[in-house]
């Protein structure tokens, strides 16, 4: 089979960004608005098995209480998010948070092949593509869509966001392979029948990513590099021989 589209995941994959950008933007909108939060890096990493930034809060007050004076849930987490996501995109803008080692490599040869590219994330479509927008315009131009939590009723490992990409690109997901950096975000990937890359990021390196086509902390750059397409197509090949 040939590989036709890659479809990338955001946080983890493009850019590094759960422990110093989500976590970091978290805590300065909770400071913001006075609720004397800190969620520290291994916190964090725990709450990381709840996809979605919106879901990961509601998740966190359930557990450890709301602050006081909350009526209305869903309006104060969907105020906090959007706080949030100001902050992180301060983040992003600022040039702290840079392309993970070989995203930019790896893009350009797929468009020097012809192959189509999507991006599927569980986070706000304002994160996302800010952090697309570090390959610059005339890369980020070439992507097809970029769908964003937002745009799905259920999130990764629920395979629906994978499943519309497929529907938008029109193709199987044997034609296809997804980069992911997580396990959840691995499965979501294989329950829509698309082969999936993983490379680890700060948080998922001790995961389980059995099914995956492979696994590697990076994709690199230079003589460090790991994954070229060419082994890409190599791996979709022998999943489906």
Not at 62 to 84: C, E, M, N, T
Not at 95 to 120: K, N
Request: proline residues 3%.
């Amino acid at each position: 089979m040939t590989l036709k589209a890659l479809i990338f995941d955001c946080d983890g994959v493009l850019v590094d960004t759960e422990r110093d950008g989500h976590r970091v933007a978290f805590n300065r909108a909770f400071a913001q608005h006075g609720l004397g939060l800190d969620w520290s890096p291994q916190l964090y990493g725990e709450l990381l098995q709840v996809a979605g930034g919106k879901e990961r809060m509601r998740h966190y007050f359930d557990r450890y209480g709301w602050p006081a004076g909350v009526v209305d849930k869903s309006g104060f987490i969907q105020k906090l998010h959007l706080d949030k996501t100001r902050c992180f995109m301060q983040i992003i803008d600022s040039g702290e948070l840079p392309l993970r080692p070989g995203i930019a490599r790896i893009v350009d040869e797929a468009l020097a092949a012809g192959l189509r590219l999507g991006v599927c994330s569980t986070s706000n479509i304002k994160s996302v593509s800010a952090c697309v927008a570090l390959l610059g315009d005339d890369r980020r131009r070439q992507f097809e869509f970029i769908l964003a939590g937002d745009v799905v009723s259920r999130k990764k490992p629920d395979p629906e966001i994978y499943r519309l990409a497929l529907e938008k690109l029109e193709l199987s997901g044997a034609e296809c392979m997804v980069i992911e950096d997580s396990r959840v975000g691995m499965l979501a990937a294989l329950e829509a029948g698309i082969n999936c890359l993983v490379t680890t990021s700060a948080y998922t390196a001790g995961e389980d990513f059995s099914g995956a086509a492979g696994v590697v902390a990076e994709l690199g750059e230079g003589s460090n590099a790991r994954v070229s397409l060419p082994k890409l197509q190599q791996m979709v090949g022998k999943n489906n021989n």
